[in-house]
């Protein structure tokens, strides 16, 4: 296992390069330059002040150049300085992850609690009314575009009930608050964003549960389990459960992008300061280096996720050894 896990570190790196490659070409390849912003709402710019600020910049050498250097300085975890406000690029970041990582977190933990409940139910009780139910829930989930859904939920419950708050992590009064206020104010603003994008991959994965179940009830394992006497309960979740778990896990590596690529839209819908926000302020000011960082550090989380997966495989099945 050890060895296995420094293998696919090591294979970790060049996957990170590429994906950083990719940005940054991509980057280069849009249009306009972060200077746009600055120069074209100042009429009284001279072209000679507009060239010296492009050299100041960097973006007068070619992308290939500008790449290496940032790469040298990535090697001393250096992600340079915002082009917006000069600042460090790592510290920004900083400031916001802890806030993304919150939400998908609490999104994850939503997902898998509740659609492996509601996979087991639907599976164990097949073709009754609570299974018609959770697929017709299936079906809904795939169907609404999560976009739309945030801003009607923002519509009903912020504006027109005035029940929950629709933007932010945090309440203009939050520091006068004490601790039970604090976490209550933090979890009224946290349910709209967590739950709307909860939806799609708890549709996905209930589905994905139920459909991993049934086939795995229907092995002679499992007739043998029913036939010793064991009770219905037992033969669910010491029995099959741990052999549906396989496919499920494989999800996990792939709802991780997903989650956090959502980020950068349901954050900007709900203004919530976290990473993807961020990532889409840099896009529309077209911040370059805040770009690279926030590109990077979403890079590094999915593939870690990806190596979390593979991980929990071995857990889940002990028939399984890397080698």
């Keep these: 296992m050890a060895s296995y896990l420094f293998k696919r570190l090591l294979t970790l ?13 991509i980057m280069q390849l849009a249009p306009g330059k972060p200077t746009d912003l600055i120069t074209d709402l100042n009429a009284k710019m001279s072209l000679e002040a507009k060239q010296k600020l492009t050299k100041l910049y960097g973006l007068d050498r070619p992308w290939p150049i500008q790449y290496w250097e940032w790469l040298k300085r990535l090697s001393k975890f250096d992600f340079g300085k915002s082009f917006k406000d000069d600042r460090p690029v790592i510290h920004k970041i900083l400031e916001r992850l802890p806030a993304t990582l919150l939400l998908n977190f609490l999104s994850l933990s939503l997902i898998f609690t509740l659609a492996i409940l509601i996979g087991m139910t639907a599976a164990a009780k097949k ?14 989930g795939f169907s609404i575009p999560t976009f739309w859904l945030a801003l009607l939920l923002m519509i009903l419950f912020g504006l027109k009930i005035g029940l929950l708050p629709i933007s932010g992590l945090r309440s203009l009064n939050f520091e006068e608050l004490n601790f039970l206020q604090k976490a209550w104010d933090m979890l009224q603003h946290l349910l709209l964003p967590v739950s709307v994008m909860a939806l799609t991959g708890l549709a996905a994965l209930a589905r994905y549960t139920r459909s991993s179940m049934l086939e795995v009830l229907h092995q002679d394992y499992i007739r043998t389990a029913r036939a010793k006497g064991l009770k219905e309960r037992e033969v669910i979740f010491k029995h099959a459960f741990k052999n549906a778990l396989i496919p499920i896990i494989t999800l996990l590596g792939l ?27 840099a896009i529309m000011s077209r911040d370059y280096p805040v770009l690279m960082g926030i590109g990077t550090m979403v890079a590094f989380l999915t593939l870690l996720g990806n190596l979390l997966a593979d991980m929990l495989y071995a857990l889940a099945d002990p028939r399984i050894r890397y080698k």
Excluded at 255 to 272: C, K
């Design 255 to 281: 709802m991780l992008p997903e989650l956090i690529g959502g980020s950068f839209i349901f954050e900007t819908i709900f203004a919530y300061p976290g990473m993807g926000r961020l990532g889409f302020e």
């Design 13 to 25: 790196l060049p996957l990170l390069l590429g994906i950083t490659f990719l940005t940054f070409l």
């Design 127 to 140: 073709g009754a009314l609570f299974d018609k139910l959770t697929t017709l829930f299936v079906y809904l």
